[in-house]
């Protein structure tokens, strides 16, 4: 499965990749589920540990990649005799789907947890907030309000977990047609701006730059998808760069239409399926 989907990015975004796939699928008449790895730092307040792996591609100003929380696409497929649970993630596996447990061996985190989960839904809220502690409505102090998944009670501090569809704020502000074109723009910047500077010694301080740019994604993402600044993009990095900043910054909203346009005519293809019916 290509879909000219920026898998070769792997900072951030695995969320609007499979629900993007997700919907595409759904298009086609498949149907398929969800499976979420969690490292500790996500489920525990007393463990700061992620799932990390060295950054093949060298952009990364820590040379690692670090994810709280990682998730694709899991298809029941019948091989022989047996159904096997089957993972669609060419970030980490780009010859093939693979078996669930295969794809969390690749994961390589202690104490990691999953959750195999149906595919509408979409990202997951964490609160401070242990199992133990009652929510209560703010209108109605009689009635609990509990989450769509609770973990187990033997964590012993654990957070909630509440997992949201699709809709309202992500969906009119365009939350998966963002990620894949911060995605899609910042393989971009690294195969024109930062791969033939790698290994050049008189350029080193402008690859620093670039690594802190690109290979954190808040960086990029506060830059190009929020048009805004922070301690490390502040106003000198910005006047320093305006030039490459202004190249990219047309490139990812030339992106973000591609892929506005290609969710709403998948969409649109879905809706037509659910007509005829």
Known sequence: MQLGIPFGYQQANCHNISHYIRTFLESKGYQCGKIWAFAPVVYSMN???LITFVDKKNVSPTGKIDWGY??????QVRIGNKVRKMVIDP???PKNIVRYRTWLAKLRTRKLIYLIMDSEWYLYNSSMITNSQIQYNSNDFSEPIKPNVQLPDWFSD???TDFFKYEEEALEQHWIEKGLAINETAMAFYNAEIKPILHCKKQLDLLTDY???VGNVFNFETIFRDNNWNYEMDDHFQFKHQNIIAKYREIYFLNLQKWQESLASINETILLKKRKK
């Open 91 to 93: 970030g980490l596996f």
């Open 158 to 160: 654990k957070l909630i």
């Open 211 to 213: 690594k802190m740019l």
């Open 47 to 49: 463990s700061s540990r």
């Open 70 to 75: 990682h998730v694709a696409p899991i298809l």
